[in-house]
């Protein structure tokens, strides 16, 4: 049986980030004090765990696949096949809102969060969703920071919610 | 036993202010609804509402999370009965057998034994919390460096490698959150580690921050990308609600039983409640007086199995509260709330702390008895919430995963570390890498470091010490034996 390409991929990942977190351990000073062991010594303890664990799986994968892993295909886990338009939809939900929250504000990055990942999941009505993201970041918004005293970015609606928020 | 009764009822009077009365109500009534949202476990429920209490005093802050563990988990049994989708490993068992009897129209007496059955064992266990937790302070105050050292490893063996489906998975899960650990400043020489002078990764990674992207956007996205398209099957509510006399005498033997087996599973540090709830499952279908029933809805393969969750999950918190040690993802993130009121839990924290420790042990008896009351009578407004769409529920659930990640330093970075862990969630999801061990490793592996270091620094950099300790030595032995006899056994079955 041929090994299967993404188990092949994660086990050298694996391998990989031991040997980086290796690399960045030598620059880490070592003993010290009466302990005889410095900062450096968890480091590489994980790093050495790391690649003999990446070199685990990658036995496994070449010895016939992972041990008991889910199965390949998405309709015998009671799935439907990889949605790509769906994972994208919900990953540019998640990148509006980091570019929008510091700019135009929690509420409307929530807002354009809420639409976005609604629409990953299949919604086709992005006025409605919109408007229930703007309401749910209104509210949130007004209960953190009037009730909770946390604040939050007011952004492009200063003008609106006046005093609150920063 | 008398001093320890005294302490408890000290505990009642600040858990029976009006102000902690209300945050606990408060918090079971979160715990149950974000619980009860289909995809959301305990664990995601805990950290999604941490940044609720910022701004409230410890014990009352405790006190609300006390009411949200419990609510979030009975929430989480009631979706797992009538909508069949398990919020976490320790509800496979319930629904086995709790989703056919919603299917034969029982759905009421099986969301009633569940929680009658959860209020039983969590009382119960509750009481035993009380008890065994003075008793193990006695012995933890004798623990050096090097025995706290050992219990930790131990932890991370239970977690890793013992349960789960594969144990090379499992350990890779706790490596990869041991690695996360070590990034940020060194707390004994304030060196910086692995931070790439990105300023925001000097204080470390956050536990919430990793938990959120874990459970909240990696399930979000595998949701999206494999059964956001799917039917879903809601069952309905019919009947009613209450348990006949028969249910009942074929309920409260399995709820003490699952006691049993569930509050030492929690209690010594041997990694969450998966393992007991199957044991009572298991136990119920062997000694039921019905065996033709199960595997079509028999109430003690519910009770059971329930039961031993809720026992398992409190008893996990003598180990977190006496000694420091998490044994859940729950725990983790409840050891992280702990922490960011500077509250180090361990055997000191019964004595500098007494009022915050007994007024908690305390509202875990109110938190049980407010879930009763609440719940039943509630349950009709807990089966709309499952009425609400799919694409509603996770741009909700979304808003205020990412809110709590978010508020904690007020910083978009943090939303970008989110999306990497989320990335990080799917992969693991999909290819059955366990995330509960990366989510202790992260929080416990600074802890065990820490010890490690001292216990050095006391024997002058021998290493020795942890053999010379008998009990250091016996816990590290017991941990490499579980490690290593599962492997053995593997390699002898081939041969």
């Known amino acids: ?166 | 036993m008398a001093e320890t009764f005294h302490l408890l009822l000290h505990g009642f009077s600040i858990a029976l202010t009006p102000f902690n009365i209300l945050w606990g109500f408060t918090g079971v009534v979160l715990g149950t609804f974000i619980g009860v949202l289909p995809g959301v476990g305990p664990a995601l429920t805990v950290a999604m509402l941490l940044p609720l209490t910022v701004k409230l005093d410890p014990t009352g802050a405790l006190i609300m999370f006390a009411g949200i563990y419990y609510g979030a988990m009975y929430g989480g049994s009631t979706t797992t009965i009538l909508l069949n989708t398990p919020g976490e490993s320790a509800s496979i068992a319930t629904a086995l057998e709790g989703n056919l009897m919603a299917k034969n129209g029982r759905a009421g007496p099986a969301l009633a034994t569940s929680a009658i059955g959860s209020f039983v064992a969590g009382t119960i266990a509750t009481v035993l919390v009380t008890m065994l937790a003075p008793l193990v302070i006695e012995v933890a105050l004798k623990f050096g460096p090097a025995e706290y050292f050992a219990l930790m490893v131990f932890a991370f063996t239970t977690v890793s490698a013992v349960i789960g489906s594969s144990t090379v998975r499992g350990l890779t899960s706790l490596f990869l959150g041991l690695f996360l650990g070590t990034i940020g400043i060194d707390s004994q020489t304030g060196q910086s580690r692995f931070a790439f002078g990105v300023p925001e990764l000097l204080d470390g990674i956050d536990v919430v921050v990793l938990a959120v992207g874990l459970f909240a956007v990696g399930e979000a996205l595998y949701v999206a990308a494999y059964s956001s398209r799917l039917e879903e099957k809601i069952e309905q509510l019919k009947g009613s609600l209450w348990m006949s006399k028969e249910d009942w005498k074929r309920s409260w033997p399995a709820w003490l039983r699952a006691t049993v087996i569930g509050f030492p599973f929690g209690s010594i540090p041997a990694g969450g409640a998966e393992i007991p709830t199957f044991l009572s499952y298991a136990t119920e279908r062997k000694l039921t007086k019905y065996p033709q029933e199960f595997g079509n809805g028999a109430i003690e393969g519910v009770a059971g199995p329930e039961a031993a969750n809720n026992a398992s999950v409190t008893g996990a918190l003598v180990p977190l509260l006496t000694l420091g040690i998490p044994t859940s993802a729950t725990a983790a993130i409840l050891l992280s709330a702990f922490q960011n009121y500077g509250i180090q839990p361990g055997p000191l924290l019964f004595q500098s702390q007494a009022d915050l420790v007994w007024g908690l042990i305390a509202s875990l008896y109110i938190g049980n008895v407010l879930l009763l009351i609440l719940n039943l009578p509630l349950v009709g407004i807990w089966v709309k919430v499952l009425t609400i769409p799919l694409p509603l529920l996770y741009a909700g659930i979304l808003v205020f995963a990412t809110l709590g990640a978010y508020s904690l330093h007020q910083s978009a970075v943090d939303l970008l570390t989110l999306y990497i862990f989320g990335l990080l969630g799917f992969v693991m999801r999909r290819w059955d890498i366990p995330v509960a061990p990366a989510i202790i490793g992260l929080i416990l592996g600074p802890l065990a470091e820490t010890q490690f270091r001292r216990a050095l620094a006391i024997s002058q950099g021998d290493l020795s010490v942890f053999i010379k300790q008998p009990i250091a030595a016996a816990v590290l032995a017991v941990s490499a034996l579980l490690l290593i006899i599962p492997l053995v056994f593997r390699l002898v079955r081939r041969v």
Request: aromatic share 10%; net charge positive.
């Open chain 1, 1 to 166: 049986m041929k090994a299967k390409p993404a188990e092949l991929i994660i086990s050298f990942a694996v391998v990989a980030l031991g040997a980086a977190v290796a690399v960045g351990t030598t620059r880490l000073s070592g003993a010290g004090g009466y302990a005889r062991i410095g900062p450096n010594a968890a480091p590489a303890v994980v790093a050495g765990g790391l690649i003999l664990l990446g070199l685990w799986l990658l036995y496994e994968a070449l010895s016939g696949g992972w041990r008991n892993a889910l199965p390949d295909s998405p309709e015998a886990r009671g799935e439907h096949p990889f949605h790509a338009g769906a994972f994208v939809w919900v990953s540019v939900g998640l990148f509006a809102e980091m570019l929008l929250i510091d700019r135009a504000g929690f509420v409307l990055a929530q807002a354009a969060l809420f639409a976005c990942v609604a629409r990953g999941f299949g919604s086709t009505r992005p006025a409605r969703d919109s408007a229930i993201g703007l309401a749910l970041g209104l509210g949130v918004f007004l209960f953190f920071v009037k009730f909770l005293n946390v604040n939050l970015p007011a952004g492009w609606l200063k003008p609106i919610l006046g005093t609150a928020g920063i």
